[in-house]
């Protein structure tokens, strides 16, 4: 219940579309209806309604014929971006959860904790080559969240998955500012998002 009084209601996109900066690039966000310019901003919105929308029309790069066809094999999508809440909530079930337990049964029993310790390493791979292959980890499926590429929405692969997960020390080394930018982040991506071109969206 904790749990869920955290993560919050999933909102609706909202009506505003911002068009990101770049060659063509047929990834938008659209923020929440209310448009007025003293809009509370950084943590004030962390849960606002935003969306990400993949393929609109004029978006895709291309001129003519070659431009529509690219249009009818790609329809415009569009997903409702991962608030922190849900982003936070997902990481306690990944990898707080799992490493808290094996070290516990380290203070209880060594020799079980070591095995622990292995086993949790294990998953944690696991974990990202099946986010990889299908945007979810456990966390991630537990609060109905996926990771996908900001380019296209599409999965990111088990590789880029992995180094997503690396490239986390930048977001760890400046006082783990990083884990806290999306709060601010009209993407809502954290600093290793940014690098590795990736959004999350609720699922």
């Not at 760890?172 to 999350?200: E, M």
């Amino acid at each position: 219940m904790l749990l869920s009084a955290f993560v919050g209601r999933r909102s609706p996109a909202g009506t505003f579309s911002a068009k990101r900066p770049g060659r063509g690039s047929p990834f938008r966000v659209t923020e929440g209806a209310d448009l007025s310019t003293d809009r509370p901003r950084g943590p004030a919105g962390w849960a606002e309604p935003r969306s990400a929308r993949w393929g609109d029309a004029g978006s895709t790069p291309g001129t003519g014929a070659q431009a529509e066809a690219l249009d009818e094999d790609r329809p415009a999508r569009e997903a409702v971006l991962a608030h922190w809440g849900l982003r936070v909530a997902s990481y306690l079930v990944d990898f707080v959860a799992p490493f808290l337990a094996a070290a516990i049964l380290v203070r209880v029993w060594a020799p079980a904790g070591v095995i622990a310790y292995v086993a949790v390493v294990a998953f944690v791979i696991w974990n990202l080559v099946v986010q990889g292959i299908t945007g979810q980890t456990a966390g991630k499926r537990f609060v109905g969240t996926r990771l996908v590429r900001q380019d296209d929405g599409e999965v990111v692969g088990p590789w880029l998955s992995i180094v997503r997960y690396i490239a986390h020390i930048v977001d760890v080394l400046p006082l783990y500012a990083g884990f806290l930018w999306p709060l601010w982040d009209h993407k809502r991506q954290t600093f290793s998002d940014k690098i590795c071109h990736t959004v999350v969206i609720v699922a």
